[in-house]
């Protein structure tokens, strides 16, 4: 846990930013910062938003305090990418930046950044390399250095990102803090200057995964303006089974790893075996080589097709490792790329089928924690290996949450990342949370049906398993009106029959809710065996949802058990 906001969570917004801007002057790290807001604005902010929550405004983020990597735009606010002859000044943010602050969230500033977003070390920027937060000899990690630093100093509550090979997962390992990077377009990149267009993505960095994830819910969702953002799917996964199966690196797939690395993952491993999780291991070397096409194949034109203009103007203040990735991209043929993308379309088939059968992969987030010195002596080297584990992501359209794993032996922080298939996001918190240990995980993805069940579906009864293979959340339990009766069919399992016999002429009946995506609500429908049905239910909290019943014949036929008030204490009483 950071020092700092954190503690003043309750706070009013004006008190908040008082503190951040009392912690910026404790701290003395004006290399976190491209444009810093004075307090004067920001305060003026949220005083503003105070009169709006006065009102009686629905704000999900009132008051937390926003820092966001000056590669994105915030309106007003000079966007430079870390070049400062590439300033402009955007009249409108992104829609990423606008959400958060139509959400409540009250913006800081711009932070620092290895430039144009290339770089996993934080130090390739002319405005300093950013130290990091807890050991200033070492590296803070990139490229989304200032806003990691931001938030692991306790001066901003959330911090934008972007993520190409791993600028939002990085730096997070670093600093003991969480980041989330969602499946591709999600997150709509609009007012973001591009890395590598198509494998962009905005991330979000906070001290503990409900927050990340509370922040990321309000970016996400499509928007005219980025033409590669996505919806979820009709049939999104919304929660991981509750004994999931997480597959790590064999040993040799894991040979990059620093020591102290290579126990701190084990002891991480270890303890989510105790918390219930399966593990197995998996041949990740396929990963790892697609991982190469990011910087050593032809897909680094992306890169030049962004800034290379620009760059061939020979402006001032260009980083030279940066320029030189660049411009290598410079001429590369057509057909390489063409021959990348193939590869590409390959790597992603086998990513599909090596994670079919796991709810997730962990690995380590990055291989070891360099010193600004070492970095400076082997700039592309060190960058090199830190990206072994992440680069591959957004290449084959994966998503990642990046959390706290066991600290190293020396106490420094070490961190993991759950990767899960496309749209497998809110599989990946869930299973964050087992690392976190948050016993309630968060919702991420609010899409979909709520189901009310009454018996062989109910968590621990023998079909409840076709729920979780839709990836089926529980919403809570549930009771219905005093118009239904329940009944005992005789059917294979046994279950029990709702029906609807009028208001006052039946009793409360105890249930579970769930939430199901729409075509796993479809998929169950269709195979639905007679004599059961899907139906209009009446809550007694005044809800109606979709419900399990069975045809009136069969009830009739039935044994009637509705003094029992549900079908588990019925089963008790047998």
Request: proline share 7%; charged share 20%; glycine share 8%.
């Amino acid at each position: 846990m950071t020092a700092g906001l954190l503690d003043t969570a309750t706070a009013a917004p004006t008190a908040r930013v008082a503190a951040a801007y009392a912690r910026i002057a404790e701290v003395d790290r004006p290399e976190v910062w491209i444009t810093l807001r004075s307090r004067e604005e920001v305060t003026a902010d949220a005083a503003a938003l105070e009169a709006r929550l006065a009102e009686g405004a629905d704000l999900p983020l009132a008051g937390l305090l926003l820092a966001v990597k000056d590669n994105v735009d915030v309106a007003g606010l000079p966007t430079t990418a870390a070049c400062p002859t590439f300033a402009y000044t955007p009249a409108e943010s992104a829609t990423a930046v606008r959400r958060l602050v139509e959400a409540g969230a009250l913006v800081l500033g711009k932070t620092n950044l290895d430039q144009f977003a290339t770089g996993l070390v934080g130090t390739r920027s002319p405005y300093g390399p950013v130290r990091n937060a807890l050991r200033p000899e070492l590296v803070s990690g990139g490229s989304s250095s200032g806003s990691a630093v931001a938030v692991a100093l306790g001066i901003a509550d959330i911090a934008i990102g972007t993520d190409t090979a791993g600028s939002g997962r990085v730096p997070a390992a670093l600093h003991g803090i969480v980041g989330v990077k969602t499946t591709l377009g999600i997150v709509p990149t609009d007012g973001v200057v591009p890395a590598c267009a198509d494998f962009d993505a905005v991330t979000i960095f906070a001290a503990d995964l409900p927050t990340a994830v509370a922040a990321t819910r309000v970016m996400a969702g499509p928007d005219t303006a980025d033409p590669r953002s996505r919806s979820w799917p009709a049939d999104v996964r919304l929660a991981a089974p509750a004994r999931p199966t997480v597959a790590v690196p064999r040993a040799e797939d894991l040979t990059a790893l620093s020591e102290p690395y290579r126990a701190a993952f084990a002891a991480t491993v270890d303890s989510l075996r105790d918390r219930g999780v399966t593990v197995t291991e998996l041949d990740i070397s396929g990963l790892l080589d697609a991982a190469r096409l990011l910087y050593d194949g032809a897909l680094v034109a992306e890169r030049y097709a962004a800034v290379g203009a620009f760059l061939d103007t020979a402006p001032d203040g260009l980083d030279p490792t940066v320029a030189a990735i660049i411009a290598a991209a410079r001429d590369l043929p057509a057909h390489a790329f063409a021959a990348d993308l193939d590869t590409l379309a390959h790597a992603r088939a086998a990513a599909r089928a090596l994670l079919a059968d796991v709810d997730g992969l962990l690995l380590p987030t990055t291989t070891e924690h360099p010193t600004l010195a070492a970095v400076a002596e082997d700039p592309v080297g060190i960058n090199r290996r830190m990206g072994t584990y992440t680069n591959f992501c957004n290449l084959l359209d994966l998503a990642a949450v990046a959390v706290p794993g066991a600290p190293t032996a020396d106490g420094l922080p070490f961190g993991v990342t759950v990767v899960v298939p496309t749209f497998g996001d809110q599989v990946a918190v869930d299973l964050a949370a087992r690392i976190t240990g948050d016993d309630e995980p968060p919702t991420l993805v609010v899409t979909g049906i709520d189901l009310a069940v009454f018996g062989a579906h109910l968590r621990g009864q023998p079909l409840h398993w076709q729920l979780e293979a839709l990836g089926a959340r529980f919403a809570g339990a549930v009771t219905t009106t005093d118009a239904y009766r329940l009944t005992a069919l005789d059917t294979v399992p046994p279950k029990p029959g709702l029906v609807r016999h009028g208001d006052g002429l039946g009793a409360p009946i105890r249930g579970e809710l769930f939430r199901v995506s729409p075509a796993g609500l479809g998929t169950f429908l269709a195979e639905l065996p007679a004599p059961m049905a899907l139906t209009a239910v009446e809550l007694a909290d005044g809800r109606t949802v979709t419900g399990f019943a069975c045809t009136y014949d069969a009830a009739v036929a039935a044994t009637d058990i509705t003094e029992h008030g549900g079908w588990v204490d019925y089963l008790r009483s047998r």
